[in-house]
């Protein structure tokens, strides 16, 4: 429902507090007064700038949680757990969840159901969800270095799936060794690795993985991300000792098959929204602002604050080396160098079309097991 339907469902003491908020001034015993005049206050652009731009990081980060949701309805646990989520910077300093809850209720932007059914949950108006991404977007913009094109950059468009192709060629043709752990015979790897149209290295012993993919810890990202979307598809048989295709991946081998990259972009939304559980929304304002060439940095230093440290994985790291690399090598972005700003990234058509079709909802997360624990 749009804000207007929802107000005319809300009781008469939460649209005076709404009109309080706004600075209405209108007879506050009259029902319709009160809202003729709320929405009077709230259709002009300069008011609810001026509402959205009083926000907090906290704040922006609760608000960002909501309106990339499809779902219209939220439990009141689910959103104290939000509004919690959302204060990570300093736990237990931060605002009680419940006044966040209680300050948005009174800006206009919850309401509780009107049905018997829905009465005790909350829901936000569907027309304000593109006001407060147009908003915020104008709020982000001003703080971005735009560039022009780079001269050289890179653009990696469809070459994951060919090295999709070239992993399960591999695996059909060659005998592919597992160790006792389940890790890909050393030599195999460095043929796999040397086949593929982008390179990496081996990883290296010592330092921390896990939390994005099943292989995470035994293979660059990349490749790991490869060999995970080819598990989860129902294309390789983990057996012991070796790995083998299944039935379905022979045939997509012997066939000339390629994965679609919009499978492939899904996949990948659904496996590392465990460690980052805001990553659509993160890739959306990717798809937003960075619509031309843009300084990474100052890109960065609007996102990361959107972005929760995940152990040891600062929100710089996360946004730099799981997100932007990682879209590179999904062909939603290239990324170049300018002489004054730096590096530079620019969303390619093929990712505004693949940002724009793609919705993983919270319950498609794959979880991640690591260390006995799992990670959803």
């Known amino acids: 429902m749009n804000l207007a339907d929802m107000l005319c469902y809300a009781d008469i003491q939460q649209l005076s507090n709404i009109a309080s908020t706004y600075e209405c001034e209108c007879n506050g015993h009259s029902k319709n007064d009160l809202i003729q005049s709320i929405l009077s206050r709230v259709s002009r652009r300069d008011v609810f700038e001026r509402q959205v731009s009083t926000l907090s990081t906290e704040d922006i980060r609760f608000l960002n949680s ?171 048989l983990e057996q012991p000792g070796r790995l083998e295709l299944t039935d379905k991946a022979k045939l997509s081998v012997m066939e000339g098959r390629r994965e679609d990259l919009s499978e492939v972009y899904r996949f990948w939304l659904k496996l590392y929204k465990g460690p980052i559980p805001n990553l659509q929304s993160l890739v959306y304002w990717i798809g937003k602002l960075a619509d031309d060439w843009v300084s990474a940095s100052s890109l960065g230093s609007v996102l990361c604050k959107l972005i929760r440290p995940f152990y040891y994985d600062s929100p710089e790291a996360i946004y730099d080396q799981r997100i932007l690399q990682m879209l590179m090598h999904l062909g939603v972005i290239r990324i170049g160098e300018d002489e004054q700003e730096g590096k530079t990234i620019a969303v390619t058509r093929l990712g505004q079309s693949l940002i724009s079709g793609t919705y993983v909802s919270d319950e498609e997360t794959i979880p991640i097991e690591f260390d006995n624990m799992t990670l959803h």
């Open 66 to 236: 909501l309106v990339f949701e499809k779902r219209e309805l939220f439990s009141l646990e689910e959103l104290m757990a939000r509004a919690q989520q959302s204060n990570y910077d300093s736990p237990g300093d931060g605002r009680n969840p419940r006044e966040m809850i209680a300050q948005f209720k009174h800006r206009g932007w919850l309401f509780n159901g009107y049905s018997q059914s829905t009465k005790y949950l909350f829901q936000l108006p569907v027309d304000l969800k593109r006001r407060f991404t147009d908003t915020m977007a104008l709020s982000f913009g001003q703080n971005l270095n735009y560039a022009d094109e780079p001269s050289v950059y890179r653009d990696e468009h469809k070459l994951i799936v060919d090295d999709i192709a070239h992993f399960l060629h591999y695996t059909f043709h060659e005998e592919v060794v597992l160790t006792g752990d389940g890790s890909i015979y050393k030599r195999n790897l460095h043929q796999l690795l040397d086949r593929m149209a982008v390179k990496e290295e081996p990883v290296t012993k010592g330092g921390w993985r896990f939390g994005y993919g099943r292989k995470f810890r035994d293979l660059p990202s990349r490749f790991s991300l490869i060999y995970d979307y080819c598990y989860y598809q129902d294309l390789l």
